[in-house]
């Protein structure tokens, strides 16, 4: 897909050139730079001294449970609230005063918040009416954008004439028509059902290379940000506790809330007994001896580790560093068998192995050796 | 982001004057303005000249010392009392009626009660005069079957007092109930009746505990407009059912109790004020105008001092129902399992035939060919419309209702959407209190605010204008507006509004194109509505009109007091009509109340 980036249109200044005749090139993001940005509902800090920097055309996701302030966030950057202190920048200027209908993003909402009154065409076209961009370039774009989309067949239904993965893609379809510099999204696939969800997500991962637009994505979802997003930051309580590429933030949490909070964690209370570079050797309250990787090898004398269900092994005879467990529950879920065992010291652990032909499902009460490498284990700080 | 966006920012000072200025609550200001201008400072005047007196309280005293007054105040109470639960017990069965029957049935049954609602007072007291007079269908039909020998009297006592006022005050009441149990979740009924709970057990556990904030507003509404009544009593009844507030008028026309009149009204205003302020307290100011809370939704976070006790009442009111309602309720249950759904049907059917026959018996009265009122009409003829249409009084007095009425509606709409705007839209504090301000005229007696205005009209010779009386009628109207006006502004979808500003449309442009849609059939309703009001409006007119300028209802009130003809019939089914017309109009309106 090459299409000219067509934010500059709503330039009233002569000296921005107008780029539609200029060759096919991909619109590049803005950069988006947050800093220290408070926000108050009376006594509640919805967002308390927040600073993010994000790279133009940066997939980034901000992740929470309900009421961390991401919402709040997206909400500020669009502009429909007022910062209390503190500054947020686009491409190094500051949108203070910048009235949200002149900070040209797009933005796609849980709701998809379509005009009821409107045809699919009319909502996808209302950005480029709203500009002023004269009607037949408009009506070029919308067919460009809805084709894009695959919605040129329903270019003439109202939106409630449509299943509600259909609006959604409409939503995004009116989001990226001016391709912007920045969208945002807040939770836009939530109310979609997960087999829909899945195929949107691939989709928009797709859109985001083709229009190469900044996007701001609003999720609880934890899947789905590690899916998406070029950068995930987690947040919590008005604050952000970790910024870091997908992969990192899964592997090497920093902190017990984005352990628990991302994926499925086993998280071992344990005493530092020795340390080699990174690798520290650790003991469980019941004595039983084990490794795991830190980030600088720096620790106190206890330590929480986490490790992922994925990686702990079943041993058919105990070793050095096995520690022997009673399964409580082993289920079947097709391509992973999920394990609950408690240790001797009676803490639980949740083990998934993947399905081979060899495997046989334990029984409840059945004792097993489990155990895990030393960069299977990941201590927190 | 442009450049162009950018460079031409603001300076800071002229950013917080443009900001100001922005600001939503100053849309406030115009409504505001005008009613503590017309409507705040007359009642305090009121108040002033009550006192004025050799000392402060010396009317007051004559007020409750001449037994005529105080005895006329406990009646009165007493009456308002007893039309208040007459209005819930055959309002009650009325709400669930409508709530449960489905399309056509409901439709036709809701208009029933809402149609009369928006019918003058009068023109539903002069049905009822026509229904009971003494060659009414009712006399009538009791000779045709034998039951009594001559015509009986059966007006100008306590009980057609009753009947009258609890007609006249019933679709109030319906419609406050109704609104409180559509809101009911079904699934709730559902599941008690999957817990093994029958239909009296429903309704006792589940559907009167949660309908009773409902009940309450609706007791409340009832009782307070009762107590103001005096265009009902004065028609309906006899020496013996002296209003409290048909002294006020009969005072004033004779100038002599200047200070004691202001004292009446000032007495008749207080008990007012402290009755909306007791069920204020308890169930908040909201049921006056049947709406949701104001307050933000940060407020709405906090558990608030009234919620726990309202808790704690709420454990009273189980402990009762255990001790007395259960056991009733219980050997109640051995009646036939049909028994309770045919109840709701047969009284709800019972009070809907009640608010409609006199309707229709005055629309085919008025094509009778009789002088005098009689039912059925001996002969058809159109002589009445021809002299209704052909006495140049009633054409005058109806064209200056209809100009009064227009001049008013644009008042109280441009006054009261801007204001319901501010409202809804706004972070200001003292929200709540404003919003009262902006209701609170829907409460005070009309009698009160006649004789407030009535001196400030003379000083200012605003008295017989059409000016005045469009403005002394827009107090009442403003409140309709915005709480129209203000239920719709809440129905908008502030994603839609976000959506449209964040892709590029400026404030003016978000609300031409997704705010005044969304509103635009609430505010038919509330041109309407307003219209409608100044257009029936009698109490105020009374005292601030001149003998040479006479609107519509005074004609029909002229005419009531002293000739009962059929003219009056046609003027009614003329209102009718226009009130149907109208309803048509808002329906979408209404159907849209109803479904949400």
Same mark, same amino acid.
């Given at each position: 897909m090459q299409i000219p980036a067509r934010r500059e249109m709503r330039s009233e200044l002569p000296d921005v050139q107008p780029v539609s005749t200029a060759p096919a090139q991909q619109a590049i993001g803005s950069s988006i730079s947050i800093r220290n940005v408070v926000k108050k509902y009376g006594a509640f800090v919805?967002?308390?001294r927040i600073s993010l920097e994000i790279e133009p055309g940066e997939f980034i996701t901000l992740l929470g449970p309900s009421g961390s302030g991401k919402t709040t966030l997206l909400n500020l950057l669009a502009g429909f609230q007022n910062i209390e202190s503190g500054e947020i920048f686009v491409d190094g200027k500051s949108? !203070?005063?910048?009235p949200t209908h002149r900070r040209g993003f797009g933005m796609v909402f849980q709701s998809y918040a379509l005009f009821p009154n409107m045809t699919v065409a009319q909502n996808v076209g209302f950005p480029l009416r709203m500009a002023r961009i004269d009607r037949i370039t408009a009506d070029r774009y919308v067919a460009e954008t809805l084709e894009m989309m695959r919605l040129s067949d329903h270019a003439q239904k109202l939106p409630s004439q449509m299943s509600g993965g259909q609006q959604q893609r409409v939503a995004i379809a009116r989001a990226i028509v001016m391709r912007p510099k920045v969208v945002l999204m807040d939770?836009?696939?939530?109310?979609?059902?997960r087999r829909l969800r899945e195929s949107i997500q691939i989709e928009l991962r797709e859109l985001h290379q083709t229009i190469g637009s900044t996007i701001l994505f609003v999720t609880h979802d934890q899947s789905e940000a590690l899916t998406m997003s070029d950068r995930i930051a987690v947040m919590d309580a008005g604050h952000i506790v970790q910024v870091a590429r997908p992969i990192e933030i899964y592997r090497?949490? !920093?902190s017990r809330f984005v352990a628990s909070f991302v994926g499925e964690s086993n998280l071992i209370d344990a005493e530092v007994i020795d340390r080699k570079g990174t690798v520290l050797t650790l003991r469980t309250p019941s004595g039983h001896v084990f490794e795991a990787a830190s980030r600088d090898g720096d620790h106190d004398k206890r330590a929480t580790v986490l490790v992922r269900p994925e990686r702990i092994r079943i041993h058919d005879a105990a070793t050095p560093l096995s520690m022997p467990a009673t399964v409580i529950s082993a289920l079947f879920l097709g391509e992973v068998l999920r394990i609950e065992v408690r240790l001797d010291d009676g803490q639980t652990l949740l083990i998934r192995c993947s399905d081979t032909s060899e495997m046989t499902l334990p029984q409840v009460g059945q004792q097993l050796h489990i155990g895990w490498g030393a960069t299977d284990g990941w201590v927190l700080s | 982001m442009t450049d162009a966006t950018l460079n031409d920012l603001p300076s800071p000072t002229r950013t917080s004057l443009a900001q100001r200025l922005k600001n939503p609550a100053l849309l406030l200001v115009p409504a505001v303005v005008f009613l503590v201008l017309i409507y705040v400072f007359p009642l305090i005047d009121l108040f002033r000249v009550s006192m004025s007196g050799p000392t402060w309280s010396v009317y007051f005293e004559r007020v409750f010392s001449v037994p005529l007054y105080w005895e006329s105040l406990l009646r009165t109470m007493q009456i308002a009392f007893t039309v208040a639960c007459l209005c819930v017990v055959l309002g009650y069965p009325t709400a669930l009626l409508i709530h449960r029957t489905r399309g056509l049935t409901q439709i036709l049954i809701a208009t029933a009660v809402i149609l009369p609602y928006f019918i003058a007072i009068l023109i539903r007291t002069y049905a009822w005069m026509v229904l009971l007079g003494r060659n009414g269908p009712i006399n009538k039909l009791l000779q045709t079957l034998g039951l009594i020998d001559g015509p009986i009297g059966l007006l100008f006592n306590r009980g057609s007092v009753l009947l009258g006022m609890t007609a006249v005050l019933l679709p109030l009441m319906v419609l406050t109930i109704y609104a409180s149990v559509s809101r009911l979740d079904q699934g709730l009924t559902r599941a008690a009746m999957a817990s093994g709970a029958g239909p009296l057990a429903v309704f006792w556990r589940v559907l009167l505990p949660l309908t009773l904030p409902g009940i309450g507003a609706g007791f409340l509404l009832v009782f307070v407009a009762g107590i103001g009544y005096f265009i009902t009593p004065t028609l309906l009844?006899? #020496?013996?059912?002296?209003?409290?507030?048909m002294h006020i008028t009969q005072q004033a026309d004779s100038i002599t109790g200047e200070g004691f009149l202001q004292a009446l009204a000032v007495v008749l205003l207080v008990i007012t004020l402290i009755v909306v302020g007791v069920a204020g307290r308890i169930m908040g100011f909201e049921f006056i105008w049947g709406g949701g809370k104001t307050d933000t939704a940060a407020a709405r976070r906090m558990p608030t001092p009234k919620t726990v006790t309202r808790g704690r009442r709420r454990g009273v009111g189980m402990v009762v129902a255990d001790l007395l309602g259960w056991p009733i309720l219980r050997i109640m249950g051995?009646? #036939?399992?049909?028994w309770g759904r045919w109840t709701v049907r047969v009284m709800g059917g019972c009070v809907v035939a009640t608010l409609v026959i006199p309707i229709i018996v005055v629309m085919i009265i008025s094509f009778s060919k009789a002088s005098y009122l009689t039912f059925p009409p001996p002969d058809w003829s159109m002589r009445w419309y021809e002299k209704f249409f052909s006495d140049s009084n009633w054409m005058s007095a109806f064209w200056n209702s209809l100009a009064i009425a227009c001049l008013s509606a644009v008042i109280a709409v441009s006054l009261g959407a801007t204001a319901a705007m501010g409202i809804v839209r706004s972070d200001i504090r003292y929200k709540s209190a404003l919003m009262l301000l902006l209701v609170s005229p829907m409460i005070v007696p009309p009698v009160v605010l006649g004789l407030s205005l009535y001196s400030l009209f003379l000083n200012v010779g605003l008295t017989g204008t059409y000016l005045g009386l469009a403005a002394a009628h827009a107090i009442g109207g403003i409140p309709i507006v915005v709480v129209i006006v203000a239920a719709s502004l809440q129905a908008v979808d502030r994603r839609l509004e976000q959506g449209a500003a964040v892709h590029g449309a400026s404030p003016l442009t978000v609300f031409r194109t997704v705010t005044l849609p969304a509103i635009a059939p609430g505010l038919g309703a509330a041109i309407f509505f307003a219209f409608l009001h100044s257009f029936d409006e009698l109490v105020l007119s009374l005292f601030l009109s001149s003998p040479r300028m006479k609107t519509l209802p005074l004609m029909l009130w002229a005419d009531v007091n002293y000739q009962l003809n059929p003219v009056l019939a046609v003027v009614s089914t003329l209102e009718v009509l226009l009130v149907v017309g109208g309803i048509i109009l808002a329906r979408p309106v209404l159907a849209r109340g109803r479904s949400a």
């Open positions: 919805a967002a308390d949108i !203070q005063h910048v939770e836009p696939l939530s109310a979609l059902d090497r949490p !920093q | 009844g006899g #020496p013996g059912d002296q209003m409290f507030a051995r009646l #036939p399992a049909g």
